[in-house]
């Protein structure tokens, strides 16, 4: 998976009305995919603006993480990923993607 199929497979499954009211980001090792919530339509980008919940996550484990190979509380435990700032909102963000 690379940046930019990431950016597009995120802005997919957020859409223009997630219903989230919030913002996040994944932080990989090619850069950022931020995801604005917070207004209509939501805003998907790769700039690092100031979010609510940040996910340090490789681009392999992202992966997974969206086709649900990894599960979001195994994965976390297992140190795949970390998470910076409120972890409600990174709950928000797995449910909206269709993870619990």
Wanted: proline share 2%.
């Amino acid at each position: 998976m690379t940046l930019q199929s990431l950016t597009e497979r995120i802005q997919t499954l957020v859409g223009t009305d997630s219903g989230l009211d919030a913002s996040f980001k994944f932080a990989t090792e090619d850069g950022i995919v931020a995801i604005n919530a917070k207004q209509v339509p939501n805003i998907v980008t790769n700039e690092d603006i100031d979010t609510d919940c940040t996910m340090e996550i490789s681009l392999k484990n992202a992966e997974d993480l969206l086709n649900g190979e990894l599960n979001p509380m195994m994965g976390y435990m297992m140190g795949k990923f970390k998470i910076k700032g409120d972890m409600g909102v990174a709950m928000k963000i797995s449910q909206a993607m269709g993870n619990s």
